[in-house]
Each structure stands twice: as C-alpha cells, then as structure tokens.
C-alpha cells in the first residue's frame, strides 16, 4: 500500500538527530538548529564524515551548507515517528519545517506526476495556524513560498537551490513581513481559508485520507473526532518556540503507537 504523509515539523524528524552532531543530550532549539545560523559548522562537519564515501566531489566550496542542509532534512525524514510503523507499507514522507497547506497540494502534485498515481492512502496533519506563505506573480509566472519572518532575526538569505530567483525570494520575504505585521489572526485566518480548500479539493477528488492533529486552531481538525489527537505530545516537547528534544525523541514512538491503535491495518502484513 502506498502512502503519503503530509506534514510539518512534527512529521518531518525536526530536530531528531542534534543529539549525536551537537554531543549534546540537553538540547532546547528554537525552530530548527539551522534557523538563526548557530553550529552550522557542525552541521557541515557531520555531514562531511557522514557522507565521506557516498558524495560526489564538492566543487564550490559555498555548496557544502547547503548539501548539509539537503542531508539533514532527508536523514530527518526517515527518522521521523512514521518510522516505527511503516515497515509493512510503502510510506512517502513529504513533511517539511514550515509547510502549509498550499504546499501539501503542491507536494501531492509532484507525487502524482513522480509515480504516475494517486496514493492509497494520505495522512494529512494540521501545523502550526502561525505559519507565513505567500503567492508572487511576476513577469507571467506565479511562485509559491513559505518564507517566515522573525523580528529577532530580520535578515534576508538567498536560497539557490530554490526553483524561485533571487529577486523572487525577496519579494516573498517582503510579503512575509508584511503579513507579520498585519498580526499574527491575519495568517492565521489565511491558513484556515487555505487548509479548508485543501481538505475540499480531496473530498472532491476521492482521495482516501487520515487526519492527524498536532495543534489547535483548524475546526476541521479540532472538531473531528475521527482525527488521531496527539497534541499532547507536541505540548511535552515543545516550549513557546522550542523543541525540548530529548522529549520529541522520547515521544516519537508513543505518536506511532497512538496512530497504529487507531488505523491498526498499518501493522498488518498487507
């Protein structure tokens, strides 16, 4: 059975694996390791070691942080909670830091057009209301980011491996201040606006879709008795806008038992 896991930063292993690149048990992260920019020379070191034998040869060396980054995300991915319960199944987990629900239909998109099916199954959490997104239209073409603001740390940084030029990026980042300052119900509403379409847009085209709910602030969510509730977890690893992460990494497993009791065929040998 194929299945795709549409999530955040609850889904994607954010975080899971500081322990062994910071040598450090005792860890409180704000966002991710890489969001104000602290130890990234670790992360480059550890992603030199860990990739000694399997890299290709790195030829500009400003490429070296963002591969590191690339790595860390996919090794995130695959030591995400879904890891504990996904052995009989074939699991595409797309979740990412940040992610919205535009973006979860973009990211169904490119699963149908990388495997040329619709998936069996979709899991489909809610995220964090707070999150930033933004649509450019520019010069005939239309982009779509989810570029996030911080007064703390207001400073522009160029992705090259974005689909989306410089110039682009900027303005997303632009956008994302605005809507910053518009306050934190303006976002909010948007993403209730654009988590209803996207629930609809499955509806009307019968995929076969779970919710799991992390948060609060989605009513299709909240009010669906059917979704699998594991706020209670994100509220015993998280403090306002830190992961306690010996706490993530101790609730992984507990998430995978509560999703497995009430969706019990994904432990079956089908």
Same mark, same amino acid.
């Given at each position: 059975?194929?299945?795709?896991?549409?999530?955040?930063?609850?889904?994607?292993?954010?975080?899971?694996?500081?322990?062994?690149?910071?040598?450090?048990?005792?860890?409180?992260?704000?966002?991710?390791?890489?969001?104000?920019?602290?130890?990234?020379?670790?992360?480059?070191?550890?992603?030199?070691?860990?990739?000694?034998?399997?890299?290709?040869?790195?030829?500009?060396?400003?490429?070296?942080?963002?591969?590191?980054?690339?790595?860390?995300?996919?090794?995130?991915?695959?030591?995400?909670?879904?890891?504990?319960?996904?052995?009989?199944?074939?699991?595409?987990?797309?979740?990412?830091?940040?992610?919205?629900?535009?973006?979860?239909? *973009? =990211?169904? #998109? +490119?699963?149908?057009?990388? /495997?040329?099916?619709?998936?069996?199954?979709?899991?489909?959490?809610? !995220?964090?209301?707070?999150?930033?997104?933004?649509?450019?239209?520019?010069?005939?073409?239309?982009?779509?980011?989810?570029?996030?603001?911080?007064?703390?740390?207001?400073?522009?940084?160029?992705?090259?491996?974005?689909?989306?030029?410089?110039?682009?990026?900027?303005?997303?980042?632009?956008?994302?201040?605005?809507?910053?300052?518009?306050?934190?119900?303006?976002?909010? *509403? =948007?993403? #209730? +606006?654009?988590?209803?379409? /996207?629930?609809?847009?499955?509806?009307?085209?019968?995929?076969?879709? !779970?919710?799991?709910?992390?948060?609060?602030?989605?009513?299709?969510?909240?009010?669906?008795?059917?979704?699998?509730?594991?706020?209670?977890?994100?509220?015993?690893?998280?403090?306002?806008?830190?992961?306690?992460?010996?706490?993530?990494?101790?609730?992984?497993?507990?998430?995978?038992?509560?999703?497995?009791?009430?969706?019990?065929?994904?432990?079956?040998?089908?």
């Amino acid at each position: 059975m194929n299945i795709l896991l549409l999530g955040d930063c609850a889904s994607s292993g954010n975080n899971t694996l500081l322990p062994s690149i910071l040598q450090n048990n005792n860890l409180h992260i704000e966002y991710s390791m890489p969001w104000k920019g602290d130890n990234w020379k670790k992360l480059m070191l550890w992603y030199l070691k860990e990739t000694k034998h399997i890299r290709n040869k790195i030829v500009d060396q400003n490429d070296i942080y963002f591969n590191a980054l690339k790595y860390l995300e996919e090794q995130e991915l695959a030591n995400s909670y879904f890891k504990h319960i996904s052995h009989n199944h074939h699991l595409t987990n797309v979740s990412k830091n940040g992610a919205t629900a535009y973006s979860y239909y *973009k =990211r169904l #998109q +490119k699963y149908e057009m990388e /495997f040329n099916h619709k998936p069996d199954i979709i899991f489909v959490t809610d !995220y964090c209301p707070a999150h930033n997104w933004q649509r450019i239209n520019h010069s005939n073409s239309k982009y779509f980011l989810e570029k996030r603001f911080d007064p703390t740390n207001d400073n522009f940084v160029y992705n090259k491996y974005l689909k989306a030029p410089e110039h682009i990026q900027k303005l997303a980042y632009a956008k994302a201040k605005k809507y910053f300052l518009k306050g934190e119900n303006f976002i909010i *509403k =948007r993403n #209730q +606006k654009i988590m209803t379409w /996207f629930l609809n847009y499955l509806e009307s085209n019968n995929y076969k879709y !779970y919710k799991l709910k992390f948060y609060r602030g989605f009513k299709e969510f909240d009010n669906d008795s059917s979704a699998v509730d594991c706020s209670s977890f994100v509220d015993q690893y998280t403090r306002g806008r830190q992961d306690i992460v010996s706490e993530k990494i101790k609730v992984s497993k507990w998430i995978a038992d509560k999703i497995a009791q009430q969706h019990p065929w994904l432990t079956d040998n089908q």
